[in-house]
């Protein structure tokens, strides 16, 4: 069953900066790479019910892509490099189709 | 600019509950009669990162078919006689194409 996995964040840095375009345009670069990455999709959040401002969204047709996923030194690397550093909130959803 | 406008939740339901599939049945069909409500979408939730279980998702084509869509006596009502008493939680985001 295809999973599509999100997360929507907030970076530490400021809105229009050169910071935030840099990781946005390095998480694409980046995490496209990945064999089994589908749709990757970068929005902006503008409900002012959250305080987050952009979703990751990227499709993978089962499981086994998405643990490949997860487990592979690019995605890793972005998360220990980038991620932990640059992103002050975060929040991941996952969904499938209605059963 | 289109709006992906989504609201993640819980229901007060069991899982698996007639009185579930008969919530999200409604929705949808209360929803989509509203014009301007444009690939209405039911997914399920499965991240452990999140105590959310449901997420309904629909496109505008701009902001004025979100306004129309928020002000539809279908939809107020859908909100204060269903989402008011059956919805323990949720988080709405909405989304735009990268700037």
Redo the contacts between chains.
């Keep these: 069953m295809a999973?599509?996995h999100t997360v929507?964040f907030r970076l530490s840095h400021p809105a229009g900066s050169p910071e935030e375009a840099l990781f946005?345009d390095t998480a694409r670069e980046t995490l496209t790479v990945i064999a089994g990455v589908r749709d990757f999709t970068?929005?902006?959040?503008?409900?002012a019910?959250?305080d987050?401002d952009w979703?990751f969204s990227m499709l993978f047709d089962d499981q086994d892509a998405y643990d490949a996923y997860d487990a592979h030194p690019l995605h890793r690397e972005f998360v220990a490099t980038r991620w932990a550093t640059e992103v002050e909130a975060f929040?991941?959803?996952?969904?499938?189709?209605?059963?």
Tied chains: 1, 2.
């Design positions: 999973i599509l929507v946005l970068v929005r902006r959040q503008v409900s019910k959250s987050l979703q929040q991941e959803y996952d969904f499938v189709d209605r059963p």
